[in-house]
T-cell receptor, first 114, second 113 residues
């Protein structure tokens, strides 16, 4: 158990809908990262937040957004969902924003878009 | 452009045999290198990491990896695999200027009796 929690574990929804994925980092970690794992794209970095502020952006679609709240939990919002958004979404956390920090991964949320 | 390559998509190994997983990276400076393992239905677990110093790194579960700058490689090894080592293994690279880990495509390891 990494100490990173993600809810829900599974999510099934329809195209065009909007969903919110939630992540609670390890106690004391200030950075949260979101990754998408799909069969065709592999593991891709989406976005990083550090202490409430966006720190780095990767291959995140405009339909996707994220935020980190004062209690340091983070939410990833996916809207206007398409079939291709079906994937496993991982959250990871680290102590600070330093990129040498070990990132600890949560168990993931499996999103299925029908 | 930075990249991480895991040349082997799939490896089958007998229980008790040795295992070596290859990872090559492309990056202008010294990268920070990681190996993660993903068991079926699970998240990613860090096996080991290299930042600097001794180029032979010991990790959990009996794994080790060797950083070879001249070959831009960071191969993962285990002397004797157990059935529980069946999983997907990911090499990743991070760097000071990046806010992310860049992952390789992964190597699926199957362990046969």
């Amino acid at each position: 158990d990494s100490g990173v929690t993600q809810t829900p574990k599974h999510l099934i929804t329809a195209t065009g809908q909007r969903v919110t994925l939630r992540c609670s980092p390890r106690s004391g970690d200030l950075s949260v990262y979101w990754y998408q794992q799909s069969l065709d794209q592999g593991l891709q970095f989406l976005i990083q937040y550090y202490n409430g502020e966006e720190r780095a952006k990767g291959n995140i679609l405009e339909r996707f957004s994220a935020q980190q709240f004062p209690d340091l939990h983070s939410e990833l919002n996916l809207s206007s969902l398409e079939l291709g958004d079906s994937a496993l979404y991982f959250c990871a956390s680290s102590v600070s924003s330093g990129n040498t920090d070990t990132q600890y991964f949560g168990p993931g949320t499996r999103l299925t878009v029908l | 452009a930075q990249s991480v390559t895991q040349p082997d998509i799939h490896i089958t190994v007998s229980e008790g045999a040795s295992l070596e997983l290859r990872c090559n990276y492309s990056y202008g400076a010294t990268p920070y290198l990681f190996w993660y393992v993903q068991s079926p239905g699970q998240g990613l677990q860090l096996l080991l990491k290299y930042f600097s110093g001794d180029t032979l790194v010991q990790g959990i579960k009996g794994f080790e990896a060797e950083f070879k700058r001249s070959q831009s490689s960071f191969n993962l090894r285990k002397p004797s695999v157990h059935w529980s080592d069946a999983a997907e293994y990911f090499c990743a690279v991070g760097a000071v200027s990046w806010g992310k880990l860049q992952f390789g495509a992964g190597t699926q390891v199957v362990v046969t009796p």
